[in-house]
């Protein structure tokens, strides 16, 4: 068995190398092998070099690494991702340190015991650390999952979550269209209308970072969720 993980990647060169060395470490069954694929949304600093020194670093690591041309946004690197995994199932990993790959094995289980189909890890239940950050971002969130499962008729507790598991094969199937940070309300509300879709949550911990620390999504993406929550629920199949 083989577990995709897919690592979107924009001007990382703070992060990228030990999030690599975190996620060749993550703990996983003997069975389970790991298919890690790194793409770069056009990068202007040096998260490609560093990305290459860790394969030749790691050449028993099976690391893939493929860069835009321009620069697309989340979604879109996602997207390619998604479509060049080979594995049984797929999980997404930022790149930034914030949620921990020591976990994967947590968010697997539902799936490697035949219960589940995906998995959301969840940063809003469980006993699991969780860095205090900031109080509007988390109003926010609990808005737009609340929003997603008004309409989706879910009862998620964390929709904008980056770490989900999914089983390769449907996620291949879903045509997804998002760009930048709608991909969550758009995967969230294709994957509800899937007939007989088994979607758990798993607790995880958060290792949010600041703007200081080089985060990057704003209010202006909490609009465009919205938007997107909207936009995949009511008008487009």
């Not at 893939?64 to 879109?76: I, L, M």
Request: one cysteine or more.
């Amino acid at each position: 068995m083989i577990l995709s993980i897919v690592i979107p990647a924009y001007n990382e060169e703070r992060t990228i190398t030990e999030l690599l060395h975190k996620v060749a470490a993550s703990p996983l069954p003997l069975s389970i092998q790991k298919e890690i694929i790194v793409v770069d949304d056009s990068s202007t600093d040096h998260t490609g070099l560093l990305v290459r020194a860790f394969q030749q670093g790691y050449p028993d690591v099976c690391t893939h690494y493929v860069c835009h041309s321009t620069n697309q946004g989340k979604g879109a690197a996602l997207r390619t991702g998604i479509q060049l995994a080979t594995g049984d199932w797929l999980i997404i990993q930022d790149a930034d340190l914030e949620y921990d790959p020591s976990e994967y094995i947590l968010l697997l289980q539902p799936l490697i015991d035949g219960k589940a189909d995906v998995v959301y890890g969840t940063r809003f239940i469980g006993n699991h650390p969780h860095r205090v950050l900031y109080f509007w971002h988390s109003v926010g969130n609990k808005i737009l999952t609340l929003v997603s499962n008004i309409f989706t008729d879910l009862n998620l507790t964390d929709m904008e979550t980056c770490y989900k598991v999914f089983r390769t094969a449907l996620i291949q199937r879903i045509d997804l269209r998002e760009k930048r940070f709608g991909f969550e309300p758009e995967i969230t509300a294709k994957l509800a209308r899937v007939p007989g879709i088994r979607i758990y949550e798993v607790g995880i911990s958060y290792y949010g970072r600041t703007y200081a620390d080089g985060k990057k999504i704003g209010w202006r993406d909490g609009f465009r969720a919205m938007y997107a929550i909207l936009k995949y629920n009511l008008f487009v199949a």
